[in-house]
C-alpha cells in the first residue's frame, strides 16, 4: 500500500469513528429502532468504504452516511415489510426525506439534538450501569463489540450478549429517546458524566486500554459541544485532559507506575494541561462548583507545579475542603488526608487516614497511604505491614509490582 | 401508550412495623389517596390494589391429569408483594415519576415492568 492510499485509508477509519454516533443517532431517530439503525448505518459504511477509499471522503461525511443508511433502511423496509409499524414509520422517512436531505441540516440543531438524545438513552439509569458503558461506546463511540470486549475484558459473546439485553431493555420498556426533562435533568446527567468517566479511568492505569482513554475524551468534548451551558460536563472534560496530560510520564521504561512526586514534569503534555486549566478557569467564572470541576481544579494547581515540593499544598487542601462538602466520601477524605501530609506533616496525615480506615479497609490505596506516611514517620515495620495489605487488595498488576518494590525497599 | 405494572414490595418484619398508630395510618392512607387521585386526574389510573399477606396464599400447579394445590406464597422470600397498579404511561420516564410518588407516601420498593401485551388474547 502507497502512502497517500495509507493515509486515505486511515482518515476513512477516523472519519467513520466520528460520523458513526451521529449517523446512529440520526437513524435511531427516523427509524424508532436501534438495531435497524446499526444495520442500515452498518451497510452505509460499507459502500462508503469502497467509494471514499477510490474517490476521496466527501466534505460531509456524516451527512452522507445518514443520505445512505436512511435509503437502505427504507428499502431494506420495503423488501421485508416487517408489519405495519416499519410501513407507517416509511411514510415518515420518506416525507422527511423529500423535504429536505440530512446532507443540508448535517450540521444543525436537530441532528446534534440526536446525539444528545443517544447519549441519554445509552446512559439511563434503568439499564445496568456496565451496560450503559458498554451501548455508550458501540453505539456513540463507534467501537466494534470486540474492541468493547477488549476493553473489559470479557468474551465477544459476553459483550455482544450485554448489548442485547441493553438494547431489549431499552426497547421493551419504552425508555424514551429524547433529552430528559428539567426535573429529571440532574440525576439523568450524573448518569451520563459517570458512564465518561468509567471509561476513563477504565484506560487509566493500564496502557493497554489507552485507546479508552481517547474515546472518554472524544465523547466528553461532544457532550461539552452539545451542553455549553453544564459546567460539570466542562469540568469532567477538563478533569481528563488534564489526567492525560499526565500518562507520558505516569509510567516508566519498565511499565512500573511512577508517583506524581517522582514524575519528570517535562514529559508532561503542556498543551492538554493549558487546554484543560483554561476549562477551569471559564468554570471558575461561570461559579457553578459542583465535583468534577473541583477535581479538575485540583489537578489544574498540580499542572502549574514545577516540582512537587513547589506545588501550592494549602490550596489543594482548601479544594479537598470544598469538595468534601459536596461529595463526603471517605475517597475524598482519603486523598485530602494525602494532600495534608505537605502542609501539616505526615503525623497530622495519618490520624486522619486512621480515622476512616475502617470504611475503606479493603482499599488498597488506603493502606498504600498508611504506609507511606508510617515510612516518613520512620515507623518501617507498620509500614510494611501497611504495604502488604495493600499489594494483597492491589486490582491491577501495576499497582500490585509498585507496592511490592516498596516492601523491598523497607526490606534492605 | 404502554402499560407498567407498579408492584410495592414488602420486607416481612418491616410489614408489621409499618403505619402503627391510628393517626400514622390515616396519614398513611391520605397520602396514598392523594396520589391516586392525581393517577386518576392524569388518565395514569387503570387498577390498583393492596393484597393480603403471603400467608393467604395458595399455589396451584398442574400435574399429572390433575392439579394439586400447595399453601403459600410461589416463592418463599422475605420480600412479597404486597399491593399493586397498572398504569398507563408514555414511556418509562413518566411510569418512573409515578412509581417516585407512589415511593414517596408508602415508602416501600416499587419494581417497574413494562406489559408486554394487555387485553384478552386474540386467538
Known sequence: ?412 | MGQYLLATYAVEDEERAGPGTPEEMAAFMKRVAAVEGEMDAAGAFVFGGALHGPDAATVIRSAERDTVMTDGPFVESKEQIGGFYIINADDLDSALAWARKVVGAIDHPIEVRPFRATGRVDA
Not at chain 1, 503525623?347 to 506516611?373: C, F, K, N, W
Open chain 1, 1 to 412: 500500500m502507497s502512502l497517500p492510499e495509507r493515509t486515505r485509508e486511515a482518515a476513512v477509519e477516523e472519519v467513520f469513528r466520528e460520523a458513526y454516533g451521529q449517523a446512529v443517532a440520526t437513524l435511531i431517530r427516523l427509524t424508532g429502532d436501534i438495531t435497524l439503525a446499526e444495520d442500515a448505518v452498518q451497510d452505509a459504511f460499507v459502500v462508503a468504504s469502497d467509494r471514499w477509499r477510490r474517490d476521496g471522503v466527501p466534505p460531509n461525511p456524516a451527512g452522507w452516511i445518514v443520505t445512505t443508511a436512511r435509503n437502505r433502511a427504507i428499502d431494506d423496509a420495503r423488501r421485508s415489510a416487517r408489519g405495519r409499524g416499519i410501513r407507517e414509520q416509511l411514510a415518515v422517512l420518506q416525507t422527511r426525506s423529500t423535504r429536505s436531505g440530512p446532507e443540508e441540516r448535517g450540521e444543525d440543531g436537530t441532528v446534534k439534538d440526536d446525539r444528545l438524545r443517544l447519549i441519554f438513552t445509552c446512559c439511563h439509569p434503568a439499564i445496568a450501569a456496565e451496560h450503559r458503558v458498554a451501548l455508550t461506546l458501540r453505539l456513540l463511540g463507534g467501537l466494534s463489540v470486540e474492541e468493547i470486549a477488549r476493553a473489559f475484558v470479557v468474551s465477544d459473546s459476553a459483550m455482544a450478549k450485554r448489548l442485547v439485553r441493553a438494547k431489549y431493555k431499552i426497547k421493551a420498556a419504552s425508555i424514551p429517546y429524547r433529552v430528559p426533562s428539567e426535573a429529571d435533568l440532574p440525576e439523568r446527567l450524573r448518569s451520563v458524566l459517570s458512564v465518561l468517566y468509567l471509561i476513563n479511568n477504565a484506560g487509566l492505569d493500564d496502557p493497554g486500554r489507552e485507546s479508552l482513554r481517547g474515546d472518554a475524551i472524544r465523547l466528553a468534548r461532544t457532550l461539552v459541544e452539545l451542553m455549553p451551558d453544564e459546567p460539570e460536563a466542562a469540568g469532567l472534560l477538563a478533569l481528563m485532559l488534564l489526567g492525560a496530560s499526565r500518562l507520558p510520564a505516569r509510567f516508566s521504561d519498565d511499565g512500573g507506575i511512577v508517583l506524581l512526586r517522582d514524575q519528570d514534569r517535562t514529559l508532561w503534555d503542556r498543551e492538554l494541561i493549558e487546554e484543560g486549566q483554561a476549562i477551569v478557569r471559564a468554570c471558575i467564572r461561570r461559579d457553578r462548583p459542583g465535583p468534577y470541576q473541583l477535581q479538575a481544579a485540583i489537578q489544574a494547581v498540580h499542572g502549574d507545579a514545577a516540582t512537587y515540593v513547589a506545588t501550592d499544598w494549602p490550596q489543594i487542601v482548601e479544594l479537598y475542603d470544598h469538595l468534601l462538602t459536596l461529595m463526603p466520601t471517605a475517597v475524598v477524605a482519603l486523598n485530602r488526608a494525602i494532600a495534608v501530609a505537605e502542609t501539616e506533616g505526615p503525623s497530622v496525615a495519618l490520624t486522619q487516614i486512621d480515622a476512616i480506615a475502617p470504611e475503606l479497609d479493603g482499599y488498597h490505596l488506603l493502606h498504600a497511604a498508611r504506609g507511606t506516611m508510617l515510612r516518613r514517620l520512620g515507623r518501617r515495620a507498620e509500614a510494611r505491614t501497611a504495604f502488604e495489605r495493600a499489594a494483597d487488595l492491589a486490582a491491577t498488576e501495576p499497582d500490585r509490582r509498585f507496592l511490592l518494590r516498596q516492601i523491598d525497599e523497607l526490606n534492605e
